[in-house]
Each structure stands twice: as C-alpha cells, then as structure tokens.
C-alpha cells in the first residue's frame, strides 16, 4: 500500500524538506536527517506503509529490524559515537520508521538526555552532507 500524503511513499519535494536519501536495503529506506546536531544522524523508514510494527508480517519485522541493525553497525563504524539513541514515533505520520541518532560525549547536544527531534541547530553545506553520505555508504 503507498500513501499518495505520504513522505516516505512518494518520497521528492516531500522527505527533501527534512531528509536526503542515501539508499535501499532489503526491507527499507534509508535517509541521512539533515538537522545533524547529532554527526551520522539517519532515519531508517520500512519500505511497507504501516503504523506499527505489529502490522507486519514476521519475516518483514525481521527483515526491517535487520536493516535496522545494518545501519546502527554502520554508524558506529563511520563515527565511532559512544551511543546511537533508536526512536520511534508517528503520531502524525503514520508510517513506521526509527530514527538512528548517534550520541557522543563530548559534543554540546543532549548528552545523557533525550535527543530533540528536529532542534534546528545544524544544517551542513551540500559537500558536507555529501561527505557523511559517503562515509556510510562504506559500510552499507
């Protein structure tokens, strides 16, 4: 099913406002989130549009929670982050997704607390946000 108001569905000048996409997996989308307050910062969207998880089949929450893991393992080794924080939300929009959200000790941003969803504080240049796409991308 794809949801025509949907960002993740119809991707374009919709997921653009606040994500690039940097690739597919399996079971899943994968999105660098353009506030980077948190360097690596991605958001890891099911390919399936539903609400919650217990709306896929087995082997598709399988499938999505391994792309999930796929990515964390690539987080870790593009940024080395002492933290990545996993949230998931939708109460307005209503397709499952987890936003990967590397912490780090020494920055400035919420260390020891709940990550903001969209502070606004840090937005990068097109070569920059190029840059951290391809450091995933070795990992993925």
């Known amino acids: 099913m794809v949801d025509n108001n949907c960002a993740y569905c119809v991707e ?3 997921v653009e406002k606040f994500g690039i996409k940097i690739c597919e997996l399996e079971a899943s989308k994968v999105y ?3 506030e980077q307050s948190h360097k690596g910062r991605v958001i ?3 390919k399936h549009h539903v609400s919650e998880m217990t709306e896929l089949s ?3 929450r399988n499938a999505f929670f391994h792309d999930v893991n ?3 393992e690539a987080i870790h080794k593009a940024f080395a982050p002492d933290k990545v924080n996993y949230g998931a939300y939708g109460d307005t929009g209503h397709h499952l997704h987890f936003h990967l959200v590397p912490k780090y000790r020494e920055d400035e941003f919420e ?3 709940t990550f903001a969803m969209d502070p606004k504080r840090k937005t990068l240049s097109d070569a920059e946000y190029e840059g951290i796409i391809a450091e995933l991308k070795k990992y993925l």
């Open 32 to 34: 660098l989130f353009k």
């Open 111 to 113: 260390w020891g607390s």
């Open 58 to 60: 087995e082997a598709d």
């Open 12 to 14: 374009g000048a919709l």
């Open 44 to 46: 890891v969207a099911s």
């Open 70 to 72: 796929h990515v964390a």
